[in-house]
């Protein structure tokens, strides 16, 4: 069965700090590995990721996928109380059951 | 705002009813995808419809089911409702079929079965 595990399931930082997130997984036919952030409603998109070691950025988000390691990271600098929310890493697989497996989430809360 | 609308944004119902949730996905995506969150389970992938044929079932259970019509609007039907049932159903759309697009999310009804 296709697993993906987060960690921590919850954090609480200061307004300033660097956070990251861990995601591993355990997937049989892995294409891609995606993060998502869910304030109070619908997770929005952050990142895909498909290939080893190639860092994506956006703005004090990025993130990173080892394959051979099966774990992705994302990380946030210089947090903001709006960065508060629930992160959601889901994986990708292909084959007769295409679909999105996600992990239970980390929940950040940044504090003043 | 996603562009994928869904309808109703709450719904409370008894047990043993029927209930049709309603998404529209973004404007030229023929992909949509179903999700159940609840506090204990995370996010559920259900079942996904590619221009109007199914294309991947997930954890659904057999009572409930899904549609997508030639419009490509989709439609859940959750029938003989148990308490278990309660949680957020999302929708999601992309471009195509595939689980390297982007999925973009509806905001989601939140089901409340009493």
């Known amino acids: 069965e296709d697993k993906v595990v987060q960690s921590p399931l919850s954090l609480v930082v200061h307004e300033g700090d660097t956070v990251t997130l861990n995601c591993s997984y355990e997937?049989?036919?892995?294409?891609?590995l995606l993060w998502y952030k869910q304030e109070k409603k619908a997770p929005t998109f952050l990142f895909m990721l498909?290939?080893?070691?190639i860092e994506k950025k956006s703005g004090r988000l990025s993130s990173i996928l080892d394959k051979k390691e099966l774990f992705s990271i994302l990380n946030i600098t210089a947090t903001q109380t709006g960065d508060s929310a629930v992160y959601l890493c889901?994986?990708?697989?292909?084959?007769?059951?295409?679909?999105?497996?996600f992990g239970t989430g980390t929940r950040l809360q940044v504090t003043l | 705002d996603s562009g994928v609308t869904q309808t109703p944004k709450h719904l409370i119902t008894a047990t043993g009813q029927r209930v049709t949730l309603r998404c529209s996905p973004r404007?030229?995506?023929?992909?949509v995808y179903w999700y159940q969150q609840s506090l204990d389970q995370g996010l559920q992938f259900l079942i996904q419809?590619?221009?109007?044929?199914?294309?991947a079932k997930g954890n659904i259970l057999e009572r409930f089911s899904a549609q997508q019509f030639p419009d490509l609007h989709s439609e859940l039907n959750l029938s003989s409702l148990e308490l278990g049932d309660s949680a957020l159903y999302f929708c999601?759309?992309?471009?195509?079929?595939?689980?390297?697009?982007?999925?973009?999310f509806g905001p989601g009804t939140r089901l409340l079965v009493l």
């Open positions: 997937v049989t036919n892995f294409r891609s």
């Open positions: 419809y590619y221009n109007g044929e199914e294309r």
């Open positions: 404007s030229g995506d023929l992909s």
């Open positions: 889901a994986v990708g697989v292909t084959g007769t059951a295409s679909k999105l497996t």
């Open positions: 498909t290939s080893s070691g």
């Open positions: 999601a759309s992309s471009v195509g079929g595939y689980v390297q697009e982007t999925q973009y």
